[in-house]
């Protein structure tokens, strides 16, 4: 049995961050339950993937920075993912804007060693292989 898709407004949260945060499908795409299906493409900062609220990342340099101005005391500072890869696992099966769908669970990487994941994937009834 397949998962479920991720959709535009997929709530997506970081390992790193402090607030979820929802997922932004911006191109023309096939509709998933009213909503766009998102591929394995939607990972464009600010675009795609909305900040987190703060990062507490010390692989971020704003929060080394200001953790470091605070003698070691960790200092959350605006989030502002920097996402390395496409998402993973996909549904290969199962493309839409000519690259594979991205079903509940996936996760891509931020550089500064977050793990972005699709928490809820906003479709409930339709699932992909």
């Known amino acids: ?3 479920p898709c991720a ?5 997506i949260t970081c390992s790193f961050g402090l607030a979820p945060s929802t997922l932004n499908v911006v191109a023309p795409r096939p509709t998933v339950e009213g909503r766009p299906v998102a591929n394995i493409t939607d990972i464009v900062p600010g675009a795609n993937i909305p900040p987190f ?6 692989a971020n340099p704003t929060v080394a920075a200001a ?3 605070a003698l070691g005391v960790l200092t959350p500072m605006p989030c502002v993912p920097v996402v390395t890869a ?11 804007g000519g690259a594979p769908v991205v079903v509940a669970g996936a996760q891509c990487f931020c550089a500064f060693a977050g793990v972005i994941a699709i928490t809820m994937p906003g479709a409930v009834r339709t699932t992909a292989a």
């Open 1 to 3: 049995m397949g998962k």
């Open 7 to 11: 959709v535009s407004g997929a709530m």
């Open 53 to 58: 609220g703060l990062c507490q990342s010390l």
């Open 67 to 69: 953790t470091a101005a």
């Open 86 to 96: 496409p998402w993973t696992p996909l549904a290969p099966q199962m493309t839409a």
